[in-house]
């Protein structure tokens, strides 16, 4: 999901994602099944060795998938592209370690290419493309000029390919409404802040342009046909194994960091018991931690 980095060479969001690698990776481990049933579909009608951008690889789960995908069906170019250098690091490292992937029949080897880039100021199409599938997760939002960032996109895309952009869906949940401290519906209060710090980050993102309308307008306006979307669930029900505790901490870690004075301090209260390892109500160790979070990809073809 990243773009960019703390380096004020580089950075558009305030973010600093190469602090957030460890739970990046969390959620590649818990997300590795429902993503590899993406690439799956995404690839399925692409040509022989097609050549696809894997754009804001963040720490690599969905470029091993794609790795995966493309190597059981012949093989082909997986492009990582990054502004972060510990973050395109580690998704090569997991890309090619799963480009030797082995299926019932075949061994085909997947060539891994990354490319330090920072899509706000560089094309990706003199980067890398063109390319038969563009995958762009949760990268888009975090740069400047929304819409603009689109276009770059569609240009890498060879007459004929695919664009698929992964934005929105429904707010991911891991709380029950009721956890037996504090007031109930904590989980909708967080997403409340978290959607107004949002705000605040576009607002405060040097050079943020408003986009107007839906992501399928943004790609019909854009000229590709066949617009089209898709949602696909990550789902962890409760009871959880231990992967899904600790990632559900680390969520609301970063959470209570986000929404900051936005939360209510009786609410701030809460968060510290459910993240005190001593408190009999730590979130990583509770039976009713879950996670559910529905992500939507939305698809064009260049004509």
Do not use: C
């Amino acid at each position: 999901m990243a773009a960019h980095s703390h380096n004020h060479a580089r950075t558009h969001d305030g973010i600093d994602w190469s602090s957030r690698l460890n739970s990046l990776r969390q959620a590649d481990e818990l997300d590795a099944e429902a993503q590899r049933v993406v690439a799956r579909r995404l690839v399925r009608s692409l040509p022989d060795k097609p050549t696809v951008l894997d754009v804001g690889s963040g720490a690599g789960g969905m470029s091993v998938a794609l790795v995966e995908a493309l190597s059981a069906r012949g093989g082909g170019t997986v492009v990582l592209v990054d502004a972060v250098p510990e973050l395109l690091d580690a998704a090569t490292n997991a890309a090619r370690s799963a480009a030797t992937y082995e299926t019932d029949t075949t061994t085909a080897t997947v060539r891994v290419r990354p490319v330090l880039a920072d899509l706000a100021t560089e094309r990706p199409v003199e980067l890398a493309g063109p390319a038969e599938l563009v995958w762009a997760s949760n990268v888009v939002h975090h740069l400047p000029d929304q819409r603009a960032a689109v276009l770059g996109l569609i240009e890498a895309v060879a007459p004929g390919g695919w664009l698929a952009l992964a934005e929105g869906g429904l707010e991911g949940k891991f709380l029950p409404f009721d956890l037996g401290i504090g007031e109930p519906g904590l989980q909708d209060r967080l997403a409340a802040a978290r959607a107004q710090w949002f705000l605040r980050m576009r607002e405060n993102t040097d050079g943020s342009v408003r986009m107007h309308g839906g992501w399928n307008v943004v790609l019909a306006d854009a000229g590709l046909v066949d617009v089209t979307a898709f949602t696909y669930l990550i789902d962890h029900p409760a009871p959880p194994k231990q992967a899904v505790r600790d990632w559900a901490v680390n969520r609301l870690k970063w959470l209570a960091d986000v929404a900051g004075d936005l939360l209510h301090p009786a609410d701030r209260r809460t968060v510290e018991q459910l993240l005190d390892p001593q408190d009999p109500a730590f979130l990583g160790l509770r039976d009713d931690v879950f996670l559910l979070i529905a992500n939507t990809v939305h698809l064009g073809r260049k004509p």
